[in-house]
């Protein structure tokens, strides 16, 4: 059974390429699709009830009952073609299907039918229709309803091919059922001129196949030539009383799952091919016929008039006349009926109705050209096996696509008329990458035809322009298609899916760029004098630099389209190859523009990872204003197998990083820095000196992050999330140096630029409780928790604050929320205070410490907690705190404290005292300890 010629699918591509992808399903025409429709009125039925014809060899119904066969819902229990070949090239196929439904789910394709044929040089006959239920057998063949739908399924794709489908429902199918279904369809195809070629498939689509066979009953006299995988196959061929009976069959087969990323050679397996024709050479013969008969007298007044109104001045010039108006002109439009499924129409007709297919438009060019004197040359192409379609058994079944070759000034041209999205000079319209062709002339030999190894395929500039760095920048990018993927883009941003374009680019740069907010329309633009489609977009890039360290402002970049092409379906082990990105060239520029200079010292480097699919080239260069990241991915090979599948997805694992980059500017400018330096080495000699005497190495580091962070507060570097991040870190070192009044307006300003961030919030409760305004401290502990509910850090905060206040029962619900989620010390810190919470309230402190799980930890400051617990002394306790030495101070802070606070609530009044003056002279102004004793010590003062 033949198959038209047929435009091809799009190469494997990622992100907004996928859509662009999809216009090769069909043609970029626009189509218009047809619902079904009845069929024109005939005198009769295009069918026929007939018995089962006699040279049938028939697979016995009780083999069928219950073969092995995978469960799903809907089985195929046999498949059975055959196909009996006459000594005149007459052709009788029948097929014999047998479904059974094993759920629900199975019944609607159990019950439904459809069969499809050219009533132009076919006719239908049924032969039976059966219902088997267990061991009764239902005959359903002249009880159910055959309708005629003229459906034109090809409509969509620009192509009327005049085949009928008769389709029949079913009543009454359960499940269990055995669906029989038997029909013949007789005729040949004249286009064949009586020779046999045919392809089918050893899969189901419908659900797992028991069995299926494939018998081919030929006159000994006619060579046919076959090919079927011996290792999927079993093959048997007898010849007897003349005629050779070949059979293929195939058991157990698992459904057809179609992977869209795998080769298309991954399914040659499946197929079985049939052909009469002696090799290649053979093929191009008939395929010359076929375009020389259509042109044959042909010649018309219009014709050559049209011809001669596209001369140009220079043979070139010519040609890229002819192929304009062939692409542009003659819209296309395919009537597949018959012998025209690959029977091209006159070149007369063709100009004459104005529209025609592929191999239509071929011959029209073709004939338009020679009457220019210009040789020109059809060819035979697979848009689905590319040069793997000379690979196949030679027939005429291997190609689905005709394009020319035009020689000119001994360059010959590949072009392809059917192309009407194509611009730009004749030089970059020619096809490339189809691998090889037959030309359709007499003893052809295969031609290699110009590779896309290379070739330019995008071309993305992504640009990032600050006004200054405080504000947030706006991204430019700008995508250019070149050849094949420009044809695609004009198809696909002049039609309707402009807007789902619009949304995977925009979901492409939002993750890269998180939070990338659109800016205006999507501006398309030809090139001049190029065959190429330019896509402009720009974005605004919201909080793009975010703080590191409080010294730097860093920003990601990456290559969008980049990541997009090489965008693999999944990480898992494949057992079937996969196809890769078109073959050709894929570039990507990201420039950073900066309003100030951010780098001192200019930089460059490259480098080149991949492997023999792919490769990438990178590099990258800085300069005082300017960063540049380049990257051209060459996708070599297309085809990667199963078998190199882990090691090509381990290269690109390893390339990734290759794809993208962090810029780090610093939030001090080189002059800030110049100006910071002598205000240091100030301040370190007034330590040698002994003028300013910190008592801990915090509080030293406190000082010198106080200077660096006033002087980047006062440049203009910072964008407001820095700032707010930036003003907050100032606080926390002027609480630490005991400043909590200047430390609260830095807090006011932080929180106007970042009211709902929970570090912020934590911050300025710690400076709320160091001012001593617990309510204010419950409440931005509160606000803090609404944020991020359970942190350990600001449940323990508002226990503090609650402590103060005196809610003890409340503090203790904050401790103990804070026990679930602490570790370590964080976690000896909450027992301590659940120790406390517990005496204040009357409680049994060791049975509550014990109600809670974890192994108490045996470092500081769990000396603390064991000294109030009577199981150490306090002496004991005092020699802890004093190792390691960098941190006693500290320690015997929270010692002195925690002691104090003890005693306070065994009423030892003046031995709190004692121990929180103690507390207090250790000048540890940064812990939360000292500022908590010296509270209690002016309570004690003040007889509280």
Known sequence: MSHAWLRCSAPRVSGLLVLLGLLLLG??????????????????????????????????AAELQNPPVASAPLQVLLSDDQVRLDEKGGEEHFRRIVRRAQTTAGLEQAAQWELEFDPSYQRLALHRLVVWRGAQRLDRLHGVQFKVLQRETQLERQMYDGRLTISAVLEDIRVGDRVELAFSVRGANPVFAGRFADTDWSVSIRGPLALMRYRLLSPVQRDIRYRADPQRHEITEQVKAGWRDLQVRRREVPMFAWDPDQPPAE??????????????????????????????????????????????????ASVAKVLDFVQNDVRYFGTEIGANTHQPASPAVVLRQRFGDCKDKVALMTALLRLQGIDATPLLVSTLHRGGALDLLPGPLAFNHAIIRVALDKQPLVLDPTRSQQRGPLAERETVGMGRALPAVADAVALTLPTAAGVLRMDIQDTLSFRSLAEDPELESVWTYHGEYADWARAFFSGERIEEARKQQNSDYARQYPGAEPVGELVLEEVPDHDALRLRMRF??????????????????????????????????????????????????????????????????????????????????????????RAELLVREQDVPAGEWAAHRDALNKLWPRLGNSLSIGVLSPAAVEQLKPQLARYEDELKRGKVKPRTSEQVSAAVKLMVLDKALAGDRLPPTARGQLLMRRAIQLDNLDHALEA???LTQALALLPDDPEVLAAAAVNASQRRDDAQAIALADRGLAQQPGDVHLHMLRARALYETGRFEEARGDVLEALKQAMGDQATYARLWLALLTKRLGGDVNAALKSQPGSPATTWPQPILETLLGQRTEAEARSAAAKPSDQALGQQCELAYFLGEWQLLDGQREAARRLFQQSVDTGVTEFTEFQLARRQLDRLKAGG
């Open 27 to 60: 043609h970029a025409a626009q189509a218009a699709t047809a619902a079904a429709k009845p069929a024109v009125k005939a005198a009769a039925a295009p069918y026929t009830f007939e018995a089962m014809p006699a040279w049938v060899d028939e697979i016995p």
């Open 267 to 316: 399914v040659l397996g499946d197929m079985l091919q049939f052909s009469e024709y002696a090799n290649w050479a053979d093929v191009g013969r008939w395929a010359e016929q076929l375009f020389r008969g259509g042109a044959a007298g042909q010649d018309t007044p219009e014709l050559k008039a049209q011809s001669q109104a596209l001369v140009g001045d220079t043979p070139a």
């Open 540 to 629: 605004h890039l919201p909080k793009y630099l975010r703080l590191v360290e409080d010294k730097q402002l860093v920003g990601e970049l990456g290559m969008v389209g980049l990541y997009s092409t090489l965008r693999l379906p999944d990480q898992a082990p494949r057992t079937k190859g996969l196809r890769l990105a078109a073959l050709g060239s894929y570039r990507q520029q990201v420039t950073v523009l900066y309003p100030e200079d951010v780098f001192t010292q200019p930089q460059q480097q490259q480098r080149d990872d991949g492997d023999r699919f792919t490769a990438l080239h990178t590099s990258q260069q800085l300069t005082a204003r300017r960063a540049e990241l």
């Open 744 to 746: 609260e307006r830095s």
